[in-house]
């Protein structure tokens, strides 16, 4: 089992900045890939940022260029996100996915004021 625990989350103006972190524990494989979701009010959970145990990183649009994704091979990940937007406001987590199987922490919550 893996348990995954989020930090960092707040309120921020528009055009803040905002570091999650995330801290696995438990039985850790040497190849996974960590990644941040998100989900707002009303919406379905959305990737955000993803990165292998290479180093290999992938973000959709919305968020390249502002937010960077980061690990070390220990279970720790952290999401730097600049120029905050109110779109952003959502309930940001933490994935780990090894051997195909999906684990999740519970949550942190981001909230941009305009």
């Known amino acids: 089992q893996v348990q995954l625990v989020e930090s960092g989350g707040g309120l921020v103006q528009s055009g803040g900045s905002l570091r999650l972190s995330c801290a696995a524990s438990?039985?850790?494989?040497?190849?996974?890939?960590m990644g941040w979701y998100r989900q707002a009010p009303g919406k379905q959970r959305e990737l955000v940022a993803t990165?292998?145990?290479?180093?290999?990183t992938n973000y959709p649009d919305s968020v390249k260029g502002r937010f960077t994704i980061s690990r070390d091979n220990s279970g720790k990940a952290a999401l730097q996100m600049v120029s905050l937007k109110p779109e952003d406001t959502a309930v940001y987590y933490c994935?780990?996915?090894?051997?195909?199987?999906?684990?999740w922490g519970k949550g942190t919550l981001v909230t941009v004021s305009s």
């Open positions: 994935n780990l996915r090894q051997q195909s199987v999906d684990y």
């Open positions: 990165i292998t145990s290479n180093g290999f």
């Open positions: 438990g039985s850790i494989s040497s190849r996974n890939a």
